[in-house]
């Protein structure tokens, strides 16, 4: 029968590997301690004392003594394993010790020793299991690569109830120490890591050394001692695994100090005291042990009545698989020793062991995996994979951008909306803001038409604001140029009114000065001074005449409507001084007519004193070359504007202010005036009198012509200003129709189709008129070029044809005048236009060779028909130039022209780069002087 099987613990015989591997977990089982019996041969002194075996073995497991004595038979006595004295230690060991040994393998503690009286051969066993445990464990660690076993080796011995360290037995004794999780340790006890199973071996041999041996009577070598060898082995599988858990056991291998009667060991001073220390120690072991078997803990549990209970607790009863070896002697001398070991025997056998694996967590393995897990964490922070944390981490990066780049979008959006905001703003301003107002500038259109340098730009009250790009289109552009034109044309109206205003005093005083040279006349005739009182009339009346109230009220915001009201009514001013003016002439050329020749004398004191303040000269007005010369002559820079050489006049601001030197005539005539201080003509009958009458009379004539002269003038002036309110009509007109066509973008459809149609017609009449004016061709083309039927070229197109009207009328009336009435020279006006255009034809011929190429050259003569001979290249090149702008008729012509003369003046043919405001309707007052910029002049046709 087998009594206490072992849990499964690693076999020697099997080599198997425990069952309880690290990771299942500590498994707690009961398990009764094996407790086997040895029966060693009868000794040599028991043989030679003819001692009896006095003990019989049925089987294995029993073993029951001889009747010998014939007394009550002892047993039988049943164990795991009794082993006869014919077995080895090696069948001791493996059927009685050898599982249990290896369990500390698997983590469990074990413990075996050996109980029985002196010299019944503890020692012997003891060191037959601790060989073969040696063995046996450094083979299994062999066979099991995969862990990683540390051996510990500690030994102690209790003599006399002392603890010594048989690896340092200099400490002395050693205190038992109390631990709550290992239960009892010894202090300062040495542990020696074993290195192999030589080391283990020759350490146990050490502590064999230093043992308490003495010799007995029984035992030569007696142990006197307890000897607890501790071997601690831990076991972990390897790092591949990644395991961090490891087996933690310690195997006691107990060699006990023998039991021992003093009388039988005639023990007796120092072997009694080793006795009597061995006896209690071995008393308390069987008590716990009797305590403990049965499975009956009941009561307490004497452990700690001595140490070597004590160090063994939980080798009893406790955490360890427990294995005990009861040896005996089979003498009959000692049976009754071996009936008290027997009896010992059968109480352990009861008793009943908790063991479980002890699993630990190694340091070591711990340091390892926490460092290797911080590397790893280290790399996944440097290199984000997409997995576990660093799948999160990267996610987080991504969210944030997709944030941040959502943030950038929304500021984005926020700064076109107020963009949007400030620009609807602008647009709501505008097109609310009260006309007059000036606060966003003029109409860049508009400026182009009205915009001139003045004297008096105090009216407006300051220079024009800067003109803001035009870059709307449609109906934004019309809608803002409308708000901005009425101020505009609110600024011009100042500056015609006060023009207005300084021709009417200009006039009033020449009128003044007008009648008293008439009234100092004495006329003979009539007719003569019936003439004379009704110019004076008239004159009176001309001066009654106000152009210009003499206040006008500026409203700062007035309407558009009532500033042209207001210029309305001074319509009829002009008008009534035109046709005054008419009179004045009339009755002047009556008075010419009607000069009594060689008649009546006028008073030439009274002339003469007159004449030095006479504001008229014999002279031609100097405006009137300037009116019908050609607008642009490059050969004559500074010519606009420019007084004849023989123009005595000032150019006043006001333009009529007179000289006090007179031309040579007027100086031959005042010569006469101041030598000729004579009497009445009445008194003079002589050839002198009639010289002088005759001398008279022509310088009568001359007054009146100069007269007339300056009439013209102020007539002409007067159709200036008129043609300045018939041009601020027209920009009113067109700020209507842009404020119509604001209305709805199907106006500006309409007006846009409307104005493509008469574009062309337009045109075509102005392209006659600039060849029937005999205008510059340069001015032809740079106009042709840049005016191609935008809709904003309306204005521009309605004004170059509105003053070639009125010049080609202009100069028709010219014609039309006596030749007595026009000066000495009636044709010079249109010749000089003429001249200057050949002029300008020599100018361009010479450009011909420089700016086309010879085959460009040549192309143009085969094309315009230019024949090859000729008396050089220049005349031939003049030929070419001379056809230029020839047949106003034929538009392909024209085209074909400022195609080529754009080539030689150098400006695209496209006419893109050159300014629309060059054509700026300027009017420029008479005072100023204009520097030849080349062919941009043609403002100063109305350059009156
Ligand atoms: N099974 C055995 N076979 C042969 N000899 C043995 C056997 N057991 C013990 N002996 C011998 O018996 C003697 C005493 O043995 P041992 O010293 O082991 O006894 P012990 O129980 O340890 O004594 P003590 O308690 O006094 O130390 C030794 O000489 C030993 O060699």
Redesign the pocket.
């Given at each position: 029968m087998r009594i206490g099987t072992p849990i499964t613990t690693p076999s020697s015989k099997t080599r198997r590997t425990p069952s309880c591997t690290p990771g299942g977990g500590p498994k707690a089982q009961e398990e009764k301690i094996l407790v086997t019996v040895?029966v060693?041969?009868l000794?040599p002194k028991e043989q030679a004392a003819y001692d009896l075996i006095a003990w019989e073995f049925s089987d294995e497991h029993t073993i029951i003594s001889k009747n010998l004595t014939h007394e009550r038979p002892t047993g039988p006595y049943t164990f795991d394993k009794v082993f006869d004295?014919s077995?080895s230690n090696q069948k001791v060991y493996e059927e009685g010790a050898g599982d249990v040994a290896l369990s500390v393998l698997s983590g469990i503690n074990a413990t075996i020793f050996?109980y029985?009286?002196?010299?019944?051969?503890?020692?012997?066993?003891m060191r037959g299991i601790t060989e073969n445990a040696i063995k046996d464990i450094y083979e299994h660690i062999s066979v099991t690569p995969e862990r990683e076993f540390v051996l510990k080796f500690s030994a102690l011995e209790i003599y006399n109830e002392t603890v010594v360290d048989l690896l340092n037995r200099d400490s002395g004794s050693l205190r038992l120490l109390d631990d709550p999780e290992k239960g009892t340790i010894v202090e300062k006890q040495i542990e020696e890591a074993v290195k192999d199973a030589q080391h283990l071996r020759h350490l146990i041999a050490i502590c064999e050394a230093q043992r308490q041996v003495g010799e007995?009577a029984?035992?030569?070598?007696?142990?006197?001692s307890h000897q607890i060898i501790k071997l601690t082995i831990e076991s972990s599988l390897r790092e591949s695994t990644g395991s961090l858990r490891s087996f933690l056991a310690s195997l006691y291998l107990v060699?006990l100090?023998?039991s021992?009667r003093a009388s039988q060991t005639n023990a007796d001073g120092t072997r009694f005291k080793e006795g009597s220390h061995i006896n209690r120690s071995l008393l308390t072991l069987t008590t716990v042990i009797r305590k403990l078997s049965g499975g009956k803990r009941i009561g307490h549990i004497p452990y700690r009545d001595s140490k070597l209970t004590r160090i063994l607790q939980s080798s009893v009863g406790g955490n360890a698989r427990t294995a005990i070896i009861c040896?005996m002697s089979p003498a009959l001398g000692h049976v009754e020793q071996s009936r008290n070991t027997l009896s010992f025997a059968t109480s352990a056998k009861e008793v009943t062991n908790n063991a479980h694996v002890n699993l630990v967590v190694a340091e070591k393995q711990l340091l390892k995996h926490l460092k290797k897990e911080v590397a790893r964490l280290e790399a996944e922070l440097r290199s984000p994979e997409p997995c576990g944390s660093s799948s999160l981490r990267s996610l987080l990066i991504e969210k944030e951008m997709k944030i941040q780049q959502m943030e950038i979008e929304m500021n984005e959006l926020k700064r076109q909306r107020d963009i949007a905001e400030s620009q609807l703003e602008l647009e709501r301003k505008a097109h609310k803001e009260p006309k007059g107002s000036n606060q966003h500038g003029p109409s860049r259109r508009v400026v182009k038409c009205l915009s001139y340098t003045s004297e008096n730009e105090s009216v407006s009250g300051g220079p024009l604001p800067k003109i803001q790009p035009r870059n709307l289109t449609g109906r934004q552009s019309l809608v803002r140029q409308s708000a901005t034109s009425s101020s505009m044309l609110v600024h011009e109206i100042r500056k015609i009114e006060m023009s207005q205003r300084q021709l009417g005093e200009e006039a009033n005083r020449a009128l003044d000065l007008l009648h008293k040279e008439v009234a100092s006349h004495r006329i003979g005739s009539q007719d003569a001074n019936e003439a004379l009182a009704k110019l004076l009339v008239e004159i009176k009346e001309m001066q009654a005449i106000g152009l210009v109230p003499e206040t006008i009220e500026i409203k700062d915001k007035g309407s558009l409507k009532e500033e042209i009201a207001r210029l309305n009514t001074q319509e009829t001013n002009i008008a009534s001084l035109e046709e005054k003016l008419e009179n004045v002439q009339r009755s002047l050329d009556k008075l010419v007519t009607c000069f009594p020749s060689g008649k009546g004398t006028p008073d030439l004191r009274t002339s003469a004193k007159k004449k030095k303040g006479l504001p008229f000269t014999l002279s031609n007005s100097p405006n009137m070359p300037n009116m019908i010369r050609s607008p642009c002559s490059p050969v004559e820079p500074g010519i606009e504007n420019r007084a004849p050489e023989a123009n005595n006049l000032s150019s006043g601001s006001d333009g009529f202010y007179l000289r006090e030197s007179t031309p040579r005539r007027n100086h031959e005539a005042n010569n006469i005036s101041s030598a000729e201080t004579t009497p009445a003509p009445k008194h003079s009958t002589s050839v002198g009198v009639k010289k002088m009458e005759k001398m008279f009379k022509k310088a009568t004539e001359e007054h009146i012509r100069s007269i007339r002269t300056y009439v013209t003038g102020l007539k002409e002036r007067v159709a200036k200003l008129q043609y300045q309110k018939q041009l601020l009509v027209c920009q009113v007109l067109e700020l209507e129709a842009n404020e119509a066509a604001s209305d709805g973008p199907d106006n500006i459809e309409e007006s846009s189709i409307s104005w493509q149609s008469m574009f062309e017609e337009r045109r075509k009449q102005i392209v006659m008129l600039w060849h029937l004016c005999h205008v510059s061709i340069i001015h032809r083309t740079q106009f042709y070029l840049l005016f191609k039927g935008d809709p904003s070229d309306q204005i521009y197109m309605e004004v170059e044809l509105r003053r070639l009207t009125w010049l080609e009328q202009h100069l028709a009336d010219l014609g039309n005048a006596s030749p007595a009435l026009l000066g000495d020279d009636p044709a010079s006006f249109v010749s000089s236009s003429i001249k200057a255009l050949k002029q300008e034809r020599e100018y361009l011929a010479k450009r011909v060779s420089t700016k086309l190429t010879p085959e460009e050259r040549e192309m143009l003569y085969l094309k315009w028909n230019i024949p090859p001979e000729g008396k050089g290249k220049t005349k031939r090149r003049l030929q070419l130039v001379n056809k230029l702008w020839m047949d106003p008729l034929n538009m392909q012509h024209i085209k074909e022209s400022a195609e080529i003369v754009a080539k030689l003046v150098g400006f695209c043919e496209t006419g893109e780069h050159v300014s629309k405001e060059m054509f700026e309707l300027n009017f420029v007052s008479p005072c100023d002087k204009k520097t030849w910029i080349g062919w941009n002049l043609i403002s100063n046709l109305l350059h009156l």
């Open positions: 040895r060693r041969p000794s004295p077995c050996a029985g009286q002196t010299s019944s051969g503890k020692t012997f066993t007995t029984l035992n030569d070598k007696s142990s006197r060699d100090a023998g021992e040896t």
